[in-house]
């Protein structure tokens, strides 16, 4: 009965969550060496051409990823799509955009404590972006990333400011999977503790945590997501041998966690926490971990529908909207119904890497003229 109800709570916290494994696990040493790595170049401005040719690193996500050093030395890591906007009541066409879908900037060294983090940020031509405080700022007030919206093929582009630098994927993110995969069949060993994991602590604390286990012995970190900061974790593997008992030290007090892995899968663990003598719930969910009875990936349970968003594929005359073929007039009739129901609605356009740009403004406008303000951009996914 308990497993029962922890793996309902742990597929509904999942629903936010296991979208963001891959990038998430930018942070600490392996942020901090990416700049030195050849898994990176440096460059000074992405042009969305650029952004469109660039290889997958996160399956999770088909915006750009990008690492910032920002003019005070810190690292940020980003989720970069590029869009379109129109203003209501204000004529001509869309004008370009940048969406900062997700930003994170860590304190330099050790790029563990989050300085500033924010999400679905847009900016706009001629603005600046500073990562260090998280704001869009003027010319020469400390921004880290400028848009430039200029005449020319590659018109659109994300530039670096002053002293910042932008590093670009080549390919996968170096050391993925850690070796830090857990023994197979149903007997837990102190190792399969091991890992990553996505911690969900009485509605109240969530964070990153870091576990490894030698003979017994428990040592990481947890960094937590309200206040971004990263914090000692101690502990042992005890008896029965699923059984995991570690302490996070705070400032001020510490949370002594009791809890066992799941022997089925090893994808979660589950218990309780102490705060002042007071038992609270908590569970962790492994990166990429089994937790349901079919063996399925955790981050697989749930759907990839994002939130009010439509995902639009095609060109005129031929058009995929959420799987479904329409064309122009069934398309127009389809997001007129979509805004009446759900003002709040967006499209998410994915486009092929050929597609002509004036194909890609005449669809635009399609979207515009049926209610819907907001578009995002990204390249489609093509081949196996």
Known sequence: MLRSAVFVLAALAWAGAARAQEFERLEGPMLAGLPESPAVRACDSVSVAEMAALPMVFKES???????????????????????????GVEGGPVPTFVLERFETFAMPGARDRLARGRDLTLFGGFEFDLDTG???????????????????????????????????????????DGNRPSSGRLVVPGDFTGRYRLFANGQWTGSLELTVTDGDVAGRFRSDQTGTSYAVTGQTGSPANRIRFTVTLPRTKLEYDGHLFTDGKGAIAGTVTLLERPLA??????????NPEGEEADHIIGEAPAHGLVLEGTAGSYRLDGREVDDEALAKALMEAVRD???????????????????????????????????????????
């Not at 990333?145 to 018109?155: A, P, Q």
């Not at 908590?282 to 937790?291: K, N, S």
């Not at 004036?358 to 995002?376: F, L, P, Q």
């Open 62 to 88: 088909r915006a750009t990823p990008l690492v910032i050093k920002t003019d005070q030395g810190n690292l940020a890591r980003l989720l970069v799509a590029p869009g379109y906007r129109k203003t209501p």
């Open 135 to 177: 704001q869009v700022v003027p010319a020469g007030q400390g921004g880290d990333v400028r848009m430039i919206v200029e005449e020319g093929e590659n018109k659109v582009k994300l530039a670096i400011v002053g002293a910042a630098r932008m590093y670009l994927f080549q390919g996968p993110l170096p050391g993925k999977n």
């Open 342 to 384: 759900d003002p709040a609605r967006w499209v998410l356009y994915r486009v092929r890497k050929t597609t002509p740009y004036e194909a890609v403004a005449r669809t635009i406008e399609r979207v515009r003229a049926a209610g819907i303000d907001v578009v995002r951009i990204q390249p489609m996914k093509e081949g196996p």
């Open 282 to 291: 908590f569970f962790a969910l492994r990166e990429g971990g089994v937790v």
